[in-house]
């Protein structure tokens, strides 16, 4: 009996590492895919990578698609791993999505408003067969074009809010929580719950709001609203004293109308629930707005009786990278603890028999 | 005196390093209670010591030497790849010896080696909680700890004991700290929980994904949890390892073949390399070397 002493980690880490880089370059006969050609084709994918990756960046993001082959959870870790260590020169005043450039606008509530229905680039109406043309490589036809309306939408719940239907969105001075700066405490303000959500996975929050839908925490939502296009962000340095535009970024917003049947301290009316994501990404927002809605049944009165209404369960497990580490970690050895659980279960396999004997 | 261009000295942010010491301070300050702090992303995945790297991260000079251990281990792949993170982000000397090192980062085990005044041990965390399988909110263990309401975990070690007729907790066994706080001691064994007790060297552990720090200062009193009428004990494998002879340390069971055969080899690769270095030899020891 021979025993070789497990040696040797650091050379095969080094080759794990160079046939991972083989791997992920694949047939070297075939084009090398370019992040450029990632970030203007592959847009949906950069765009989940920077809502989950907490960073509006699409070179970098398209970067990561790259490196992760395509692993998107992947790629949103390394976008976070080099976010975190990205100095904060300011944080950005409240975005301001009614002045929206909006390329999409939709409202399932009213047949028209003002503004009208936008359809946008939307996979919505298409029919769901395989493109075989897409094989081939060649050039689409030049979308129609029409003269853009520069004047800003209103928001759908604006209307409703003049009659005093929906809930009111008091503006608030106060400073947001950070959760990339301080951990999460409970009870969490709403503003905090809204960021866990915006970073948190797609599948998690479709899963849970889509299980609301089912009678888990059901809240009777209406697409109030779904808009998308480019939102500016301004920053006012405090040397300045005004505010600066510092660029746009795509976004995704949804305002779910909800009914809500009214409390011993609030009339009948409609209540909101909110979801807002980088990039286009409509999924993502509509099932935050779901869990959003679901998340505030406490502070409306309403039985927590369903998984998407506790708060603490939502919060703690919407974030991809912590599940993927924590998941994925039970790869580490474990030897020493699997060890200690021989000898237990050994020792209470023996005290069964004895007693069976007797 | 980074090694990696971009990145700060033991690549976390000055800023970053500051906020962590600050936590460390207040969890030496309160022995074994979890105190809250804004975990970074790093650049390893959660669960592979993210918090164990960033207390290591906060604490690291120049002048430090490192040694890093993952179930005992110098060299297992995971070990490994965090000694490297720091011999690449602060440059700083690394060891396996147990005795030469100023900062140990360890997984699931504590050194068989009594460590000294001026040596540090960071524990890689992965539930600060020792509540959590009891209780999973954490609003309500956090009240729980602050009125020191412990009862549900001594129901729970009283029911093991009507079922089982012993305690069935093998590792993660909870300890008291300094009388007052209920701790995780991290996935160690069982058998390393009396080094806790007492440790002239100053214990802190990190849990990056759940984002808490907490510590024990040297020579605080740490208990496990027992009876008077069902003491605590700890077990090991009831052999002497294959290799150093050792009868008192900590073992890995190794399969050697598909009859059943096993070997029993020290799980602290140090401790098992410098008994043999002594002359000390087992069972199985290669017959070349057991001639030197």
């Not at chain 1, 970098?60 to 020169?89: N, S, V």
């Not at chain 1, 395989?130 to 094989?135: G, I, M, S, V």
């Not at chain 2, 208990?223 to 002497?240: E, G, N, Q, V, W």
Request: net charge negative; glycine share 8%; proline share 7%.
């Amino acid at each position: 009996m021979a025993y070789v002493a497990v040696k040797g980690g650091e050379k095969a880490i080094d080759a794990a590492h160079a046939w991972l880089a083989s791997d992920r370059r694949g047939d070297p006969a075939i084009a090398e895919v370019s992040t450029a050609q990632i970030a203007s084709q592959l847009g949906r994918a950069v765009d989940r990578v920077m809502a989950e990756g907490s960073l509006y960046d699409r070179d970098l993001a398209a970067l990561a698609i790259k490196q992760a082959q395509g692993d998107l959870i992947e790629a949103a870790f390394l976008l976070r791993a080099y976010r975190t260590t990205l100095p904060r020169f300011a944080y950005s005043l409240p975005l301001d999505t009614a002045a929206m450039q909006i390329r999409r606008r939709i409202s399932a509530v009213f047949k028209d408003l003002p503004g009208g229905q936008v359809l946008g680039p939307t996979y919505d109406y298409t029919h769901r067969l395989l493109d075989f043309a897409l094989l081939a490589e060649g050039q689409p036809p030049a979308p129609p074009t029409a003269p853009s309306d520069a004047a800003p939408l209103r928001r759908v719940n604006d209307f409703l809010g003049h009659e005093g239907l929906i809930e009111p969105d008091a503006p608030s001075d106060a400073t947001p929580g950070d959760l990339t700066r301080e951990p999460l405490t409970f009870p969490a303000s709403r503003e905090v719950r809204l960021q866990a959500l915006a970073r948190g996975d797609e599948g998690f929050l479709l899963a849970l709001g889509y299980s609301t839908q089912r009678g888990y925490g059901g809240s009777h939502p209406f697409a109030g609203e779904i808009r998308v296009g480019e939102a500016r962000v301004e920053i006012e340095p405090p040397e300045l004293g005004f505010a600066i535009d510092i660029g746009d970024i795509t976004l995704t917003e949804c305002q779910m109308v909800n009914q809500f049947k009214g409390s011993r301290t609030a009339p009948p009316q409609f209540t909101r629930g909110y979801g807002l994501t980088f990039g286009h990404a409509e999924r993502k927002a509509m099932g935050m707005a779901l869990v959003d809605r679901a998340m505030r049944a406490e502070e409306l009165g309403e039985d927590l009786t369903a998984p998407a209404q506790n708060v603490e369960f939502v919060l703690y497990h919407s974030d991809n990278i912590e599940g993927t580490g924590f998941v994925e970690h039970l790869k580490l050895p474990h030897y020493v603890d699997f060890q200690s659980e021989l000898e237990t279960i050994r020792r209470m396999r023996a005290d069964a028999m004895k007693d069976a004997a007797e | 005196m980074s090694t990696v261009e971009g990145y700060n000295f033991a690549y976390l942010d000055e800023q970053t390093k500051r906020m962590i010491r600050r936590a460390l301070l207040k969890a030496v300050a309160i022995p074994g209670h979890q105190i809250p702090f804004g975990s970074r992303e790093m650049p390893l995945p959660y669960g592979w010591g993210t918090g164990g790297i960033q207390v290591t991260a906060a604490i690291l000079g120049p002048e430090d030497t490192l040694k890093v251990i993952d179930q005992g281990a110098d060299d297992t792949t995971n070990a490994v790849s965090i000694r490297r993170f720091f011999a690449r982000t602060a440059g700083v000397a690394t060891t396996t010896d147990t005795e030469a090192a100023t900062v140990i980062q360890t997984r699931h085990r504590i050194p068989e080696k009594k460590l000294r005044e001026d040596q540090i041990i960071v524990y890689q965390v992965p539930q600060p909680e020792p509540l959590s399988r009891l209780e999973p909110s954490r609003a309500e263990t956090r009240r729980m700890h602050a009125l020191a309401e412990y009862g549900l975990m001594h129901v729970k070690l009283y029911e093991d004991i009507t079922r089982f007729g012993h305690i069935a907790i093998s590792y993660d066994y909870p300890v008291m700290v300094n009388g007052r706080h209920l701790m995780a001691p991290s996935p160690i064994p069982a058998f390393d929980n009396p080094k806790m007790d007492m440790m002239p060297a100053l214990q802190l552990f990190g849990a990056g994904r759940e984002k808490r720090i907490y510590a024990i200062p040297p020579y605080t009193s740490v208990k496990s949890l027992d009876f008077d009428d069902h003491p605590f004990r700890t077990t090991r494998a009831p052999h002497a390892c294959g290799l150093c002879g050792a009868d008192d340390s900590y073992l890995d069971e190794v399969v050697t073949d598909d009859k059943g055969g096993r070997l029993y080899v020290c799980s602290d690769t140090d401790h098992c390399e410098t008994r043999r270095a002594a002359g000390h030899t087992g069972s199985e020891t290669p017959v070349a070397e057991a001639a030197q």
